[in-house]
C-alpha cells in the first residue's frame, strides 16, 4: 500500500456498523483558486477566475455510492457551472490541470460531465454516482439526469472530482449515500457539522467587470452576428457542436488556429483569463 493510501486509510474510519466512513475533501488536491472550509466540506474558488477550482473525495468511493453536493453560490457573470466526475488516479500524484474538461477528460483513467448551468442555480443539490456496469450519472433537485459510458477500471480505487467552474463559486459536499443487501439497508457517510451558510448569488467583483469589457472591445462582434448566435443557442446542437468551456451553448467562434471551439460570451472570458486556444493553447 502506497503512503496515498495509508493516509486515506486512517481518516476514514467508520463511526457505526452502516457508517461508509467520513467523506470530505481531500486537503492535499486542491486548484489553485480554491480555499477549503467548514471541515473540509466546503469549496470556494476566487471569484475573479472561472478555472483551477478542482477538488477531490478524501478517500476512493464505491461503486453505486452516491456523492451529495450542493451548490451555494454562484455568479452570474460567468458561464457555464460544477463538473463532475471520477477518476481512478489518486488525486496527489499529479499537479492539478486549471479545468476538469478537457484537460482532464483528454488524458486516460477519467471521465467527467458538465452540469448546465440553468439546471444548477443556488441552492441546488446535485447527487452522482458510478455503476458496475461502467456507467457514471448524476442528477439534481432541478430536474436534470444524464448518463454517460466510461472506460475506467473498477478493480483500482475510484475517486470522485468536482470542479467548482464558471458560474458555481461555492459548493458544499454533503457526504454520501449507498444501498446495499438488496436495497434493504442505506448507508451514508459520517454527518457533515451543521451549516447556516446562505445560498445566493455574489456581486461580480470591479476588476472581473474591467477585464470582461476590455474582452468584449476586443472581441467587437457585430450585432448582426450577436443576432445569428442568438438564434444558434436556441437550438439543440450535438456534443462536438457545443462551446468546450461551457458545454451549454453551441461553438459559434472560429480561433485563428482553425478550432471553431467557443461561443460568444465564454470567448471573451477566455481571452481575458486564458489568451489561448483552450483545445491546442495556440496563441489567439
Known amino acids: 500500500m502506497t503512503d496515498n493510501m495509508h493516509v486515506w ?12 466512513g467520513p467523506l470530505t475533501f481531500h486537503p492535499g488536491a ?18 475573479e477566475t472561472f478555472h483551477d477550482g478542482l477538488v477531490f473525495s478524501s478517500r476512493p468511493v464505491n461503486p453505486k455510492e452516491k456523492v451529495q453536493i450542493k451548490v451555494e453560490r454562484s455568479l452570474s457573470a460567468w458561464q ?9 488516479v489518486c488525486p496527489t500524484t499529479r499537479p492539478l490541470p486549471p479545468l476538469a474538461i478537457p484537460d482532464l477528460t483528454d488524458r486516460p483513467g477519467y471521465c467527467a460531465r458538465p452540469v448546465p448551468h440553468s439546471y444548477c442555480p443556488p441552492g441546488t443539490t ?3 454516482w ?14 436534470r439526469r444524464e448518463y454517460t459510458h466510461t472506460d475506467l477500471d473498477f478493480t483500482l ?10 458560474q458555481s463559486t461555492t459548493v458544499l459536499l454533503l457526504g454520501s449515500v449507498r444501498r ?23 456581486d461580480t467583483p470591479a476588476l472581473l467587470k474591467r477585464k470582461i469589457e476590455m474582452a468584449q472591445k476586443k472581441s467587437k462582434p457585430s450585432q448582426e452576428d450577436q443576432s445569428n448566435n442568438d438564434n444558434h443557442w436556441r437550438t439543440e446542437s450535438r456534443s462536438e457542436d457545443l462551446c468546450s468551456v461551457c458545454q451549454d451553448r453551441e461553438a459559434s467562434l472560429a480561433l485563428r ?5 467557443l461561443c460568444l460570451p465564454c470567448a471573451n472570458r477566455v481571452f481575458a483569463e486564458f489568451g489561448t486556444c483552450p483545445l491546442c493553447r495556440q496563441s489567439v
Open 180 to 202: 446495499t443487501c438488496m436495497g434493504m439497508v442505506m448507508r451514508k457517510s459520517c454527518p457533515v457539522p451543521h451549516s447556516l451558510f446562505q445560498c445566493g448569488y455574489e
Open 80 to 88: 457555464g457551472a460544477v463538473r463532475v466526475g471520477f477518476t481512478n
Open 126 to 128: 446535485i447527487t452522482f
Open 257 to 261: 488556429c482553425g478550432h471553431r471551439c
Open 130 to 143: 458510478m455503476t458496475r456496469k461502467g456507467h457514471m450519472g448524476y442528477k439534481t433537485s432541478t430536474g
Open 9 to 20: 486509510a486512517r481518516h476514514s474510519r467508520p463511526c457505526a456498523l452502516t457508517c461508509l
Open 30 to 47: 486542491v486548484g489553485k483558486k480554491v480555499t477549503l472550509s467548514h471541515g473540509n466540506c466546503r469549496a470556494s474558488r476566487d471569484l
Open 157 to 166: 480505487p475510484l475517486w470522485a472530482f468536482i470542479d467548482v467552474y464558471g
